[in-house]
């Protein structure tokens, strides 16, 4: 059974920085997608970044492109999400999710997979 565990979440100022952690546990498929999604208060979930775990390719949301980065770490199973330059606008519960695929989606209709999401509170 796939499990999703997202920790690193908090209240941070505008500016700084935090680092998510999503890990994995029961992923026996050889090709998966990792994304992280987020949902601000009155509103619906959103893309924000993903990762093809067989090849290492990135993408990105516009709204995170070079503010964000994802990466991992092979032997923890686990997928990060560095967030720096944060603004209010990103406040928001931040959520793992995998994609069986093999091909990315931004649309979590395609993720088949959730963890219980962590709260990120960026202040002004």
């Known amino acids: 059974q796939v499990q999703l565990v997202e920790s690193g979440g908090g209240l941070v100022q505008a500016g700084g920085s935090l680092r998510l952690s999503c890990a994995a546990s029961g992923l026996t498929f050889s090709t998966y997608v990792m994304g992280w999604f987020r949902q601000a208060p009155g509103k619906e979930r959103e893309f924000v970044a993903a990762l093809s775990w067989s090849i290492g390719s990135t993408y990105y949301a516009d709204s995170v492109k070079g503010r964000f980065t994802v990466s991992r770490d092979n032997a923890k199973n686990t997928v990060y999400l560095q967030m720096n330059s944060l603004r209010p606008e990103d406040t928001a519960v931040y959520y793992c999710?995998?994609?069986?695929?093999?091909?990315?989606?931004?649309?979590?209709?395609?993720?088949?997979?959730w963890g219980q999401g962590t709260q990120v509170t960026v202040s002004s």
């Open positions: 999710a995998v994609d069986r695929g093999t091909v990315y989606s931004r649309r979590e209709r395609y993720y088949d997979y």
